[in-house]
Structure formats: structure tokens, C-alpha cells
């Protein structure tokens, strides 16, 4: 849809009771066809719940795409439900293949030595989870290592049980190689 005033948009906006994504182009600029067509297909079955200023189609495509999948999740729900979804889960600076710092490194790598099969999650890709956990797990740093849904703990006592060679002993058998 193409809309030329700002009455228009306004009057858009205002009929619509769900989220809308609205892509603002100039109709001189070569791209625009690019983008319009990249949108549209982009917009279906979607809804919006963010916005971006100034980006290329890459990058319109990924933040489209992570937005149409996001939900009315709070963000406590979204931590039990990560705990459900894996019984081993490092939350983390960074991720696995890269941690981001030297706490979050020495436990991957401790884990990684003990044989243990692990998920981690970067709490630098949700502000909010990362707020939220210290509370919910009454922890306030990170790594965070959880085993079926209870909290182990972080470097320091994964490093004295890795040292004591106890640390195998808190994970189930089907995730130990």
C-alpha cells in the first residue's frame, strides 16, 4: 500500500488494532523496489514489534524476521521455558564457540573437558532475560549454569567442583560423553 501524506499514515495506524510494519521509502531511490518487494513478502503472517532506521535489505530482513517470530512472552516465561527446553543450559557472555569473556570461557572450557553436552545462551542478545535472571535465580553475575532447572552456579563453583573432580557428578548420565 502506498500512502503519500502524513494524514494518511496517521489514519492507517489508527485503523489498525494489531502491530504494523511500515517501511518509509523515496520513490527516486533505486532500492526502494528492492525493499518494498523484500517487505511484502517479509509481511505476511507477520507482526511488527520494533523498528529500524537506515539499513540495507540484509539487515531488514533478519530484524523483520526475528520481530515475526517474537511473542507476548514475558520474559519470566521465557526463562522456565528455556530451563524446560534444555536441562543443561549455560547462560553466558558470548556463546559457546566464542565467549565473550574470561569467566564465561573458563566454564565452556571446564564443561567442554569434563565431557558434558551443553546449550548456552548470550544474555547480551536479551537485555531484559539478563536483568530478569539475576533476580529469578538470585545470582548476580554471569555464567549461570543451570542442570534441570536448578541453578549450580557460577564460575567459581563450577571451577571448585571442575578442581575437585565433583563436577561431572551434578549432570544426568545422557549428558555426559
Known amino acids: 500500500m502506498n500512502l503519500s501524506s502524513k494524514e494518511e499514515v496517521e489514519n492507517l495506524v489508527k485503523s489498525i488494532t494489531g502491530k504494523i510494519v511500515l517501511l518509509v521509502l ?33 539487515v531488514l530482513v533478519n530484524f523483520v524476521r526475528g520481530w515475526a517470530f517474537k511473542t507476548r512472552e514475558t520474559t519470566l516465561d521465557k526463562i522456565k521455558r528455556l530451563l524446560r527446553e534444555h536441562p543443561v543450559l549455560l547462560f ?31 544474555i547480551f542478545d536479551d537485555p531484559n532475560l539478563r536483568e530478569e535472571l539475576k533476580t529469578y535465580s538470585n545470582w548476580p553475575t554471569y ?7 536448578n541453578l549450580i552456579g557460577g564460575h567459581d563453583i563450577i571451577k571448585e567442583l571442575y578442581e575437585t573432580n565433583t563436577l561431572r557428578k551434578e549432570f544426568p548420565p545422557e549428558y555426559l560423553t
Do not use: I, W
Open 26 to 58: 523515496e520513490d527516486d531511490e533505486p532500492s526502494s523496489k528492492h525493499l518494498m518487494d523484500v517487505a511484502e513478502n517479509l509481511a505476511k503472517n507477520s507482526s511488527l514489534v520494533n523498528s529500524l532506521e537506515g539499513c540495507v535489505t540484509s
Open 92 to 122: 553466558m557472555k558470548g556463546d559457546k564457540a566464542e565467549p565473550f569473556c574470561r569467566f564465561s570461557r573458563a566454564v565452556v572450557n571446564m564443561l567442554n573437558s569434563s565431557g558434558v553436552r551443553f546449550e548456552g545462551y548470550n
Open 143 to 149: 555464567p549461570q549454569l543451570y542442570v534441570n532447572g
